[in-house]
């Protein structure tokens, strides 16, 4: 992907959640990390916003796509109220279990702020699933009390690009179900995988800085623990890691001070500059 890794556009990450599924803290724990007082062993469902920095030059592209969201979590609206997103351009969909998409109802306020849809990108799988989900916004009532969310469901079927950037799809594996993670330039979106396929790796070459699923310590069918994602780090070798996807068995300052070099663990609200 030499076209991706040579793209010239900056990029502003804000990593919204990294949590896993259940959050953290998680209902009804007592365990350390769930009554930590640290702020970054806070951590809300997983999703981060791309942002393109100055690339078109705004004048050239008036609606040029500047900000992408990657998934919709069940706290979509605290994430964009946290750190004031004003605008979503379009949404990438990593897969469609829960934490990833419940918060889609939630894009109705970015369609009256827009006066428009919002286009959603999402592999066949995940997009069928979407529609069935959400059944009431594809399918809606003759008698509608309330609005729908607008949008345009688009399916990834390769590069596409959005605001002149090339978006890249990196087939991972999520136990036995293939998903996806995402490139852009240098950075690279992998969340819920416990497997890289051997097509994706040459999909990854000259990553710069990744975002990582780490779960846990122990091994989970589905998700890479700390070893593995670690170990992810050594063949990919990016200049910086960042482990999301967190649950409440790693307390952020202990974790991070048993990372290599250039590892550490992400948290709600920090922002990767490219
Ligand atoms: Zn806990
Ligand atoms: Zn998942
Ligand atoms: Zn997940």
Redo the contacts with the bound molecule.
Sequence with gaps: MRGAADSEVGLRVTLLGTG??HGVPAIGCDCAVCHSTDPRDRRTR?SILIQLIDSPPASAFAGAVRNILVDTSTDLRTQALAHDVRRVDAILFTHS?A??VLGLDDVRRYNALQRGAIPCYGDAPTLENIQRMFAYIFNPPAVLAGGLPQISPFRIAGVFTLGGVPIVPVPIMHGPRPILGFRVGAFAYL??CNRIPDESWPLLDGVRTLVLDALRDRPHPTHFSLDQALEVVARLKPERSYFT?IAHDLPHAATCARLPPGVELAYDGLVLEM
């Design positions: 896993t599924s997983p279990h934490d990833h969340t819920d996807h």
